[in-house]
C-alpha cells in the first residue's frame, strides 16, 4: 500500500465505521443514480485532485470520475474541477472526505501562491517547514509545490537542521565546534559534507558569525528583525545561504524579501492556511 492509499484508508475509516452509512443505507434508494460535480465557491490554487479521485474510487470502483482541470490551476467561483456519475449512495458516503481533502490541500496552495506572488519582485524562495498535519505531509507539501514553493527536508533522514535546542544541549556554538572537531578527527569528509549540506539555526549576529567561521553554508535567521536581517545579508549573503523564519506574514514578507534574504521558511502555509470553499453538487435520477 502506497502513501496515498493509507492516507485514503484511514481517513475513510473515520466515517465508514464497519462499512455503514445509516443515513444513506435507510433513506437513499439503491437504485438512484447521480451526476455530479465539484465546483469552486471562491478563488483557490487546485491542489489534491488525485487525491479527491481516490477516495471516490475506494468507496466505488464503478463510479464515472472526469477531473476537468489540473493540480495547480487557479480556479474561480463556480468553476467545475471534477465530473462523477454513478451510484448516489457511493457519492454521499464519499462526498466529506473527497471535499476535506480538497478544500484543506487547495487552501495549502492558495496560501503558498499568496506568499510567492507577494516576494516575486525579489526572486525570495518560500519554504514550508516540517508543521504540517500528522499523517498528510506529503499531500501538503505537494500542494507547496504547486503554489509555487519548495520544502528544504521532508523527513528527519533528508539533511542536517541544527536547531536551538541541539546547540542549547551541546552548551552553544563553541559546544558546536568541539562536537564538529570530533566528528572531524573520526571522519573528515562527513564533518565536510554536514556544514556545507546541512543547515544551522542562530539567534542573534553573533551566532551567524560564529556559523560562517565554522564553515555553514545554509544559515536559518530564526525571529530576526528586518534590520537585522538587512545587517546579515550585507555581511554575508554573498558567502552564505541565508533564509529567515519566524513572526513573518503576508503583512511583512515583502519587507523582509526586500532584504535580499534568499529565502523564507513559513509554518503557517502548512499548519494555519484556511481551507478553500468546494462543494459538491449532485442531480439525482431513479434508474429504471
Not at 484508508?9 to 444513506?24: K, P, R, V, W, Y
Request: aromatic content about 4%; charged content about 25%; hydrophobic content about 45%.
Amino acid at each position: 500500500m502506497d502513501r496515498l492509499e493509507e492516507v485514503i484508508c484511514t481517513a475513510l475509516a473515520e466515517d465508514l465505521i464497519g462499512n455503514c452509512d445509516l443515513t444513506s443505507d435507510h433513506f437513499v434508494p439503491a437504485d438512484t443514480v447521480g451526476n455530479g460535480w465539484i465546483e469552486a465557491r471562491e478563488e483557490a490554487v487546485v491542489s489534491g485532485l488525485e487525491a479527491t479521485v481516490a477516495v471516490f474510487r475506494a468507496v466505488d470502483a464503478d463510479l464515472s470520475l472526469r477531473i476537468l482541470v489540473s493540480d495547480g490551476a487557479l480556479v474561480h467561483a463556480a468553476d467545475r474541477v471534477l465530473e462523477i456519475h454513478g451510484s448516489a449512495g457511493s457519492i454521499l458516503r464519499a462526498e466529506r472526505t473527497a471535499l476535506n481533502l480538497l478544500c484543506h490541500l487547495a487552501g495549502v496552495a492558495t496560501a503558498t501562491r499568496a506568499f510567492v506572488k507577494a516576494t516575486a519582485e525579489y526572486g525570495t524562495r518560500i519554504l514550508c517547514t516540517r508543521k504540517t498535519t500528522p499523517g498528510l505531509r506529503i499531500l501538503e507539501v505537494a500542494a507547496v509545490h504547486l503554489g509555487g514553493g519548495d520544502a528544504y527536508r521532508t523527513n528527519l533522514s533528508d539533511s542536517v537542521l541544527l536547531k536551538d535546542n541541539h546547540i542549547g544541549m551541546l552548551g552553544g556554538m563553541s559546544g558546536v565546534r568541539a562536537r564538529l572537531e570530533q566528528i572531524k578527527s573520526e571522519d573528515p569528509n562527513l564533518a565536510a559534507r554536514l556544514v556545507s549540506e546541512g543547515k544551522i539555526e542562530t539567534a542573534t549576529m553573533d551566532d551567524i558569525a560564529a556559523a560562517v567561521e565554522l564553515g555553514w553554508r545554509q544559515i536559518l535567521l530564526d525571529n530576526f528583525p528586518v534590520s537585522e536581517v538587512q545587517t546579515a545579508v550585507r555581511r554575508w549573503g554573498d558567502r552564505v545561504f541565508l533564509e529567515v523564519s519566524g513572526g513573518v506574514s503576508l503583512a511583512n514578507v515583502r519587507e523582509y524579501a526586500a532584504t535580499g534574504v534568499h529565502a523564507i521558511s513559513i509554518g503557517a502555509i502548512t499548519h494555519s492556511s484556511r481551507a478553500m470553499d468546494f462543494s459538491l453538487e449532485v442531480e439525482w435520477r431513479i434508474d429504471s
